[in-house]
Structures are given as C-alpha cells and as structure tokens.
C-alpha cells in the first residue's frame, strides 16, 4: 500500500476512536448515542472494502486489547462480548459491505440510500441480536432498547457521514489527479 493509502487508514482509525468519546447516555438502555456511526459510513464511503474491513478491524484489535477506544471511554472483550457488543461487531461487517456497494461514482444519493437501507439494517441486526443472547431478552424488548431510541438520529448520522464522504472524495479525488500531471 502506498502512504497515502496507510494515511487515510490510519486517520479512519484515529477518527473511530475519536468519535467514540462523543457519546451520550440514555438512562433506559445501556447503549449509548455516540459520533462512531458517522465514522464508519465516512470510513466504508472513502475506503475500498478491503482497507475499510482493515480499519474497522484495527480499532476492535485496539479496544480489546485495553486502549479506551470504545463508547464512554470502554474496552476489553468484556466491552465486545457485553450487551452493546453486537454494535462493535456490526461495524466490522457493515464497512467492507457498504464500500462494496457504493460503487465507482461519487454520489450522495447512493451513498445515502446504502448507509440507511443497508449499513443499519444489518447494524441494527447484529446489536438487537446480541443484546438479547447477552441480557437474555426477548427481541421486542432488544428492539426497544438497541433500535427504536436511535433511528431518528442514526439517519440523520447516514445523512452527515454521506455528505462528508462526498466532500472527501471530490478532494481526494483532485489531489490525486492533480499529482499524476
């Protein structure tokens, strides 16, 4: 890989652990609103699939193995095996899937409709689902804890990471053109 590829890696990385601190407690679910679902639309948008999967990998190999990089400050594998784990590993097959399928244009419309009707979906699957193995729920009840709460906010979050995702790409994009002449 190139530096320029290994760069933007690593920035992902940074920005995963980064938006993890930004995150918000709501008092009748133990899984927090945090900036992480922003990140990981950005990383899978910017990315091709294998350097996205490799990303999101590297911030889960950090946080298990003790660096604060979860939400609320969390790590270790009680934090992926916990009841908001199915999140952690959600985003570890949600990244490589949406920068599949986001295609060679640079489109906001496409980018959108992948990360709200694809990326959550199957993030949203993988959280409910573990956080009734782990809390012994039922999936009504995990749906109402791990889903309904943060719709709303998680497209609003597709919308963000889309538009960023666009912007980055037309200037990563030029700058590279720029520096083939």
Same mark, same amino acid.
Do not use: H, W
């Given at each position: 890989?190139?530096?320029?590829?290994?760069?933007?890696?690593?920035?992902?990385?940074?920005?995963?652990?980064?938006?993890?601190?930004?995150?918000?407690?709501?008092?009748?679910?133990?899984?927090?609103?945090?900036?992480?679902?922003?990140?990981?639309?950005?990383?899978?948008?910017?990315?091709?699939?294998?350097?996205?999967?490799?990303? /999101? #990998?590297?911030?889960? &190999?950090?946080? @298990?193995? %003790? =660096?604060? !990089?979860?939400?609320?400050?969390?790590?270790?594998?009680? *934090?992926?095996?916990?009841?908001?784990?199915?999140?952690?590993?959600?985003?570890?097959?949600?990244?490589?899937?949406?920068?599949?399928?986001?295609?060679?244009?640079?489109?906001?419309?496409?980018?959108?409709?992948?990360?709200?009707?694809?990326?959550?979906?199957?993030?949203?699957?993988?959280?409910?689902?573990?956080?009734?193995? /782990? #809390?012994?729920?039922? &999936?009504?009840? @995990?749906? %109402? =804890?791990? !889903?309904?709460?943060?719709?709303?906010?998680?497209?609003? *979050?597709?919308?963000?990471?889309?538009?960023?995702?666009?912007?980055?790409?037309?200037?990563?994009?030029?700058?590279?053109?720029?520096?083939?002449?």
């Amino acid at each position: 890989m190139k530096t320029r590829e290994l760069t933007k890696m690593s920035l992902c990385i940074t920005l995963s652990c980064i938006s993890a601190y930004i995150s918000f407690p709501l008092p009748f679910t133990p899984a927090m609103i945090t900036a992480q679902t922003i990140i990981i639309n950005l990383t899978a948008l910017i990315l091709t699939p294998k350097k996205s999967f490799i990303v /999101v #990998l590297g911030y889960i &190999l950090l946080g @298990a193995f %003790g =660096l604060p !990089v979860f939400s609320g400050g969390g790590s270790g594998f009680g *934090k992926i095996f916990g009841p908001t784990g199915g999140f952690i590993l959600g985003f570890l097959a949600i990244a490589p899937i949406m920068s599949y399928l986001k295609g060679k244009n640079n489109s906001f419309k496409r980018y959108l409709a992948i990360t709200i009707f694809v990326g959550i979906p199957i993030l949203y699957i993988f959280g409910a689902v573990f956080m009734c193995l /782990v #809390l012994k729920i039922t &999936l009504i009840s @995990a749906l %109402g =804890l791990a !889903v309904v709460p943060f719709v709303f906010g998680d497209i609003c *979050k597709c919308f963000v990471g889309s538009y960023l995702a666009v912007k980055l790409n037309n200037v990563l994009y030029t700058s590279v053109k720029s520096q083939q002449f």
